[in-house]
């Protein structure tokens, strides 16, 4: 059984070829984050016949098992990147889109003390800087 099919079942979805042909997209991306028309040219160009609306589909049935995670970075779509137990953070650079993972344990300590100061524990957070490249002098 491939490692596709028994993440699907342990996610507790049916194992479908457009649902295996997805995961293996997303898993063997060199770019962890794809937005469907991403995943979609990926399947086109590989010669199968998914449609665009099955890939929305999937991706929102993925996301609901656990399987991926969902951003709606500003000023574009959603993108997709598989859930993973290792936690970063995100920059997005305004002029191209690129999004760049990063993990600061400063920054991460930082966050913890200041919830613990007003008396709460992070659950869950998100933290994504925007930014455009340096101009050269």
Known sequence: MSSENSELRKAGLKVTLPRVKILNILERADQHHLSAEDVYKRLLDAGDDVGLAT?????????????????????????????????????VCTQTGKVV????????????????????????HSLILYVKPKKTK
């Open 101 to 124: 993972e990063f993990f600061d344990s400063v920054i991460e300590e930082r966050q913890r003390k200041i919830a613990e100061e007003h008396g709460f524990d992070i659950v869950d």
């Open 55 to 91: 890939v929305y589909r999937v991706l929102t049935q993925f996301e609901a098992a656990g399987l991926v995670l969902r951003h709606n970075f500003e000023g574009g779509h959603a993108v997709f990147e598989m859930a993973t137990d290792d936690h970063h953070d995100h920059m």
